[in-house]
T-cell receptor, first 108, second 112 residues
Framework: KNEVEQSPQNLTAQEGEFITINCSYSVGISALHWLQQHPGGGIVSLFMLSSGKKKHGRLIATINIQEKHSSLHITASHPRDSAVYICAVRWDTDKLIFGTGTRLQVFP | KAGVTQTPRYLIKTRGQQVTLSCSPISGHRSVSWYQQTPGQGLQFLFEYFSETQRNKGNFPGRFSGRQFSNSRSEMNVSTLELGDSALYLC???????????FGPGTRLTVL
């Protein structure tokens, strides 16, 4: 069993829809990261959080430390949001473990 | 402020050769981490350097090594290349090891 599980693996949506991507982990962590990877490989760090909730534009990330669960929400989705979203947790002297990613496609 | 740069962007090698990849972090960042991404294994942590010292190492064989210089630039080396080393190698820099990481564009290595 992977230490970091993401769901769903693939997600398609119509422009304007509200999207949720989930991440569950099984280890004690010091921080959780949400990353975005576009075709071609470039990775952008969206959020780093260790508790509560963070918001940036149309993106919202939440984390529940007790339940070992985090969600990434995208409000009013747009085709340019199409990418792979990756959850990563920092644990054990700050090593990073990555989830397998969620491939999101938003159609106009 | 310039972002993280990696050179070269693309590289083709043959089995048994060795390769050196370079990463220049954002100015002022002292931590550099390296990751390998393959279709089968996804993203995996290779190692992390902070102030010229290796803080962490992932589960990779000793053929994978790295170092960090006094200007925070980092290099990683893979010796005796195998077909399975074909991957996208990403580096990321941060102010310190517990801060948000900023990723470079990656070096795509193909081993023939």
């Amino acid at each position: 069993k992977n230490e970091v599980e993401q769901s769903p693996q693939n997600l398609t949506a119509q422009e304007g829809e509200f999207i949720t991507i989930n991440c569950s982990y099984s280890v004690g962590i010091s921080a959780l990261h949400w990353l975005q990877q576009h075709p071609g490989g470039g990775i952008v760090s969206l959020f780093m959080l260790s508790s509560g909730k963070k918001k940036h534009g149309r993106l919202i990330a939440t984390i529940n430390i007790q339940e070992k669960h985090s969600s990434l929400h995208i409000t009013a989705s747009h085709p340019r949001d199409s990418a792979v979203y990756i959850c990563a947790v920092r644990w054990d002297t700050d090593k990073l473990i990555f989830g397998t990613g969620t491939r999101l496609q938003v159609f106009p | 402020k310039a972002g993280v740069t990696q050179t070269p962007r693309y590289l083709i090698k043959t089995r048994g050769q060795q390769v050196t990849l370079s990463c220049s972090p954002i100015s002022g960042h002292r931590s550099v981490s390296w990751y390998q991404q393959t279709p089968g294994q996804g993203l995996q942590f290779l190692f992390e350097y902070f102030s010229e010292t290796q803080r962490n190492k992932g589960n990779f064989p000793g053929r994978f090594s790295g170092r960090q210089f006094s200007n925070s630039r980092s290099e990683m080396n893979v010796s005796t290349l195998e077909l399975g080393d074909s991957a996208l190698y990403l580096c990321a820099s941060s102010l310190t090891y517990s801060n948000e990481q900023f990723f470079g564009p990656g070096t795509r290595l193909t081993v023939l």
